[in-house]
């Protein structure tokens, strides 16, 4: 993050982390905001939660005006904004009215009845400050046809939702209680019911941020510079989009150690290339 954007305003798409970074008080002003933020206390959770969730999602999670907490926020550092008072209606109508029934204003979905569930729980990585985001996308990678993926957590994920969505999966959300979600995932273009096969996706358009290297072989995707989950989550997407006999050259800061695991369950072979001083390149291919 820039240094203009450190001392300007905090917008509602400001992940928590960033805010956090600017003044560690500023955890106060989440907690007066709404009880359900008192978990941002404990540093552990902070670590994980804090990283992965927007001011707006924070906000929906905890079912308050993200437009009033933006205003707490950058009042306590003492920035007036002109103008912000106003909010699209019916933003907060899903936490409003609890266990996720709405998503981004489309009706909650009914997970398909009949379906095998395959349970990944994360409760306790999220209690301890792990990052589960690898497990989760290595069980949706391993969804089949005519199954649901029940996902439990501590809070609702709402960040997952838009990266599930660009699979191809649609989502149930209940919840037991403040700290008991769970969220039903399925492939929207598959009867889970009857376990038909899902039809044939269409051609996918390149990966956001990749570029085909000019009379090569290679696809390049830098994701330098960007705050986990997004270096996995477009390097999971652009090997999607990846055409037949090509190879994606990641270049990244380091070696992204989390990704390695969710690619060799895949089928993919990875070469780590450290000899630059100022990038890591990881080439991917198909396995054969």
């Not at 992204?256 to 080439?283: H, K, M, N, W």
Request: overall charge negative; proline content about 7%.
């Amino acid at each position: 993050m820039s240094a203009a954007r450190r001392t300007g305003p905090v917008t509602a798409a400001d992940r928590v982390s960033d805010v956090l970074a600017r003044d560690e008080a500023l955890v106060e002003v989440f907690v007066r905001h709404a009880a359900h933020f008192t978990r941002l206390r404990n540093r552990a959770m902070r670590r994980v939660m804090a990283r992965l969730v927007s001011v707006e999602d924070a906000a929906r999670i905890a079912g308050v005006s993200s437009a009033s907490l933006v205003r707490a926020l950058n009042d306590a550092l003492g920035i007036t904004v002109p103008g912000d008072d106003t909010e699209p209606a019916g933003h907060d109508l899903a936490a409003a009215s609890g266990v996720g029934a709405m998503s981004d204003g489309v009706p909650r979905r009914r997970r398909p009845p009949g379906a095998v569930v395959v349970d990944v729980d994360v409760r306790d990585e999220l209690r301890s400050g792990r990052e589960p985001f690898a497990r989760v996308m290595s069980a949706v990678g391993a969804l089949r046809a005519g199954e649901v993926l029940r996902l439990r957590a501590i809070f609702e994920p709402v960040p997952l939702y838009a990266v599930l969505e660009k699979r191809g999966l649609v989502h149930e959300t209940s919840s037991e209680g403040p700290d008991d979600w769970s969220v039903w995932f399925w492939r929207a273009d598959t009867d889970a019911a009857s376990g038909a096969a899902p039809k044939a996706a269409a051609s996918a358009p390149a990966a956001p941020g990749s570029h085909v290297v000019a009379d090569a072989l290679d696809v390049e995707l830098d994701v330098r510079g960007l705050e986990p989950p997004e270096p996995m989550v477009r390097t999971l997407a652009a090997l999607e989009a990846l055409p037949e006999g090509r190879t994606l050259v990641q270049v990244n800061a380091r070696v992204p150690q989390f990704l390695l695991p969710v690619l060799a369950e895949r089928g993919y072979t990875c070469e780590i290339d450290e000899s630059a001083a100022d990038r890591v390149l990881v080439r991917i291919r198909r396995g054969t």
